[in-house]
């Protein structure tokens, strides 16, 4: 005896149940982390091209400090540069982090994990893109899916 096959009415779908799901908070805390981070290191570029060196300059003299002000002009570059290409990577860390696979979801955590705490050398994204970032990779490390 053939078995008959049932006709779905319109509108309704086969239901797959998957076996592993995608981590989703944390890939979200880690994408929404990521872009603070990076706003707050465009922020900190902008800021010293257009008028870091005059801010280097009240700084050295207000506190006579006697460091050249071009260390200091460098300083604030170096730190937007690392908060800009901290928050770049942490993008591609969370996108990454939208996986099934397990070990590869860690991988990303791991490496989420060392640029948050990196970007905190630009202020980690006004304190709550590094805050986010963090907690969203330490959440893709300890999820079970």
């Known amino acids: 005896m053939a078995a008959r096959r049932r006709r ?7 239901h797959k149940p998957s076996g592993v799901l995608k981590p989703r908070l ?51 570059l170096a730190s937007g540069t690392i908060g800009m290409l901290s928050g770049i990577v942490l993008i591609g860390v969370s996108l990454n982090m939208n996986s099934k696979m397990r070990g590869k979801v860690v991988a990303s955590a791991i490496i989420g994990l060392v640029f948050s705490l990196l970007s905190l050398l630009n202020g980690g994204g006004f304190y709550l893109g590094f805050v986010l970032a963090f907690t969203g990779s330490i959440l893709a490390i300890i999820y079970r899916g």
């Open 26 to 76: 944390p890939f979200v805390l880690v994408l929404v982390g990521a872009v603070v981070i990076l706003l707050a290191g465009v922020a900190t570029l902008s800021y010293a091209f257009v008028s870091g060196k005059v801010i280097a300059t009240f700084f050295v003299a207000k506190y006579n400090i006697g460091i050249p002000i071009s260390i200091v002009y460098r300083a604030i």
């Open 8 to 14: 779905r009415k319109s509108g309704q779908t086969a």
